[in-house]
């Protein structure tokens, strides 16, 4: 009977120990997990989640890609305007353009930010159309000295599938209520009053960028108009017509936000794009950032045209797919 009681008891103390270990390394797993979200948790949401703690600093926004109106941008940029942490803005902008209404959008979300904090524009490799309606929002814009600056103007781009559907032997019917209704239409030639209706549109959004880059940079409206023929300059030229302020890379924007009075040792804090999804895809995507893969397959993405192959309405974009 002894050695059966000292079995149980034996059991007991094994089940106890199990029982503690397990405890032991649960615990672990949740500070691993803990410790990892705090790795791949965005400065900036960290500034604002632990806004006692947080430190002062300058805030540094991509604007990357195609524009169109971004939700999650325009987010970014109104909680940075209403954030007393941040004490100057970078705006680090390497864009085609993309959707007049998209690049209002952005423009009148940066000129909110500019009314609380310095804001200066850094063009990397391509500011033009809308990606430089944005940066003249900023009170300040630097590019490179081959840096691509410019391409002011507006197009509208309608395919014309007609000769196609010819050969097909297909037509397409329509009843309508008038004759400008739903055109012009890929199923059709264009017509001059179609033409005359699409250029009248044109030209109010071209008027309006010309209004906003004369009200914005030191040029009057004849000079912005000499420089609004869609043509695109260096940095160098850009900042012979005014298009730009000085030449460099985020050095030299620093540098301008320290002349407005930020103070010189502040680190500057990329504000990046909400994670979207689970934790688990988070973590995922931060471990294929590691490895290299997701960039890369942003950066062919970006070289096949994906994000440029869908956009309606009046477009401001250099050289669109």
Do not use: C
């Amino acid at each position: 009977m002894s050695t059966r009681a000292d079995e149980l008891i034996d059991r007991r103390r094994l089940r106890r120990k199990l029982s503690f270990w397990r405890v032991i390394a649960i615990g672990l797993v949740v500070l691993a997990l803990a410790a990892g979200a705090l790795w791949t948790l965005n400065p900036a949401d960290y500034a604002k989640w632990e806004k006692g703690a947080a430190l002062d600093h300058i805030a540094k926004v991509k604007i990357e890609g195609t524009i169109t109106e971004d939700e999650d941008l325009l987010e970014r940029l109104d909680d940075i305007a209403k954030t007393d942490r941040v004490k100057g803005v970078i705006l680090s902008i390497d864009s085609p353009g993309g959707t007049t209404a998209g690049g209002e959008a952005i423009y009148e979300a940066v000129r909110k930010v500019a009314a609380h904090k310095p804001v200066v524009a850094q063009v990397g490799t391509l500011a033009a159309s809308a990606g430089y309606m944005i940066a003249s929002g900023a009170d300040q814009i630097v590019a490179r000295q081959s840096s691509i600056v410019g391409s002011i103007g507006v197009l509208v781009q309608i395919p014309n599938f007609q000769g196609t559907l010819d050969k097909l032997g297909v037509r397409v019917d329509e009843v309508k209520s008038s004759p400008l209704k739903a055109e012009p239409s890929p199923f059709n030639e264009t017509t001059e009053p179609e033409r005359a209706m699409l250029r009248a549109m044109i030209m109010d959004s071209y008027d309006w960028f010309v209004s906003l880059v004369d009200e914005r940079r030191p040029l009057s409206r004849d000079e912005v108009l000499a420089v609004a023929d869609g043509s695109i300059f260096t940095g160098r030229q850009a900042l012979q017509r005014k298009l730009i302020d000085r030449l460099g890379g985020e050095d030299e924007a620093k540098a301008w936000l320290v002349e407005k009075g930020v103070t010189d040792n502040l680190e500057i804090v990329e504000w990046k794009p909400k994670n979207s999804g689970s934790f688990l895809f988070s973590s995922m995507g931060s471990l294929m950032k590691l490895a290299g893969l997701s960039d890369s397959l942003v950066a062919l993405s970006g070289k096949l045209g994906s994000d440029r192959m869908f956009l309606d309405g009046l477009v401001s974009v250099w050289q669109p797919e």
